[in-house]
Antibody
Framework: QVQLVESGGGVVQPGRSLRLSCAAS????????MHWVRQAPGKGLEWVAV????????YYADSVKGRFTISRDNSKNTLFLQMNSLRVEDTAVYYC??????????????WGQGTLVTVSS | EIVLTQSPAILSLSPGERATLSCRAS??????LAWYQQKPGQAPRLLIY???NRATGIPARFSGSGSGTDFTLTISSLEPEDFAFYYC????????FGQGTKLEIK
């Protein structure tokens, strides 16, 4: 079945970097756009970034623009999120989510189980 | 940014009852609205997309309606596993989510 498994979360100091990975199985990653969505503890959902099926287009939420980079390696069925200059307010569970189409429609289905990033001194 | 406002914040009902959840957009999103269910400690699950289309594997008791700025998620007869958080999300202008409705057992 379709499965997404995130990894790479942890505790990091403000200003440092972290790289998240999302391993896809049960489908061919190159067939779908992909997203990162985050959820601060006890809070709602915030879209973070999207990448087209072939990596040709990438877009970011204003809150992370210039600091985060989304990328993908379709040959390894893996999605990435490079997070630089981390801030306390970036603390959240980060989910990867598959889009329903190669050129993103903006519907997220399914989601991974998430990985927790804690930014704290 | 399009702001989505969900109501009520908390809905207390009993199994077998009908649930009606609302989502209002700050400007028209046409039919570009989805609903997600999230249980504690789990990832969200897509229920409805394009306002009224059920996602794969979603039971028929879940239905969505609306267009423009006002949308509704209806659960016709609540099952015990339906008690969870529900979020609406729009894709008309990038992607934003509502703040959520907690559906709890009365």
């Amino acid at each position: 079945q379709v499965q997404l498994v995130e990894s790479g979360g942890g505790v990091v100091q403000p200003g440092r970097s972290l790289r998240l990975s999302c391993a896809a199985s049960g489908f061919t990653l190159s067939s779908n756009g992909m997203h990162w969505v985050r959820q601060a503890p006890g809070k709602g959902l915030e879209w973070v970034a999207v990448i087209w099926y072939d990596g040709s287009h990438k877009y970011y939420a204003d809150s992370v623009k210039g600091r985060f980079t989304i990328s993908r390696d379709n040959s390894k069925n893996t999605l990435f999120l490079q997070m630089n200059s981390l801030r306390v307010e970036d603390t959240a569970v980060y989910y990867c989510a598959r889009d329903r189409k190669p050129v993103p429609t903006g519907w997220f289905d399914p989601w991974g189980q998430g990985t927790l990033v804690t930014v704290s001194s | 940014e399009i702001v989505l406002t969900q109501s009520p914040a908390i809905l207390s009902l009993s199994p077998g009852e009908r649930a009606t959840l609302s989502c209002r957009a700050s400007q028209s999103v046409s039919s570009y609205l989805a609903w997600y269910q999230q249980k504690p400690g789990q990832a969200p699950r897509l229920l409805i997309y394009d306002a009224s289309n059920r996602a794969t594997g979603i039971p028929a008791r879940f239905s969505g309606s609306g267009s423009g700025t006002d949308f509704t998620l209806t659960i016709s007869s609540l099952e015990p596993e339906d008690f969870a958080f529900y979020y609406c999300q729009q894709r008309s202008n990038w992607y934003t989510f509502g703040q959520g409705t907690k559906l709890e057992i009365k």
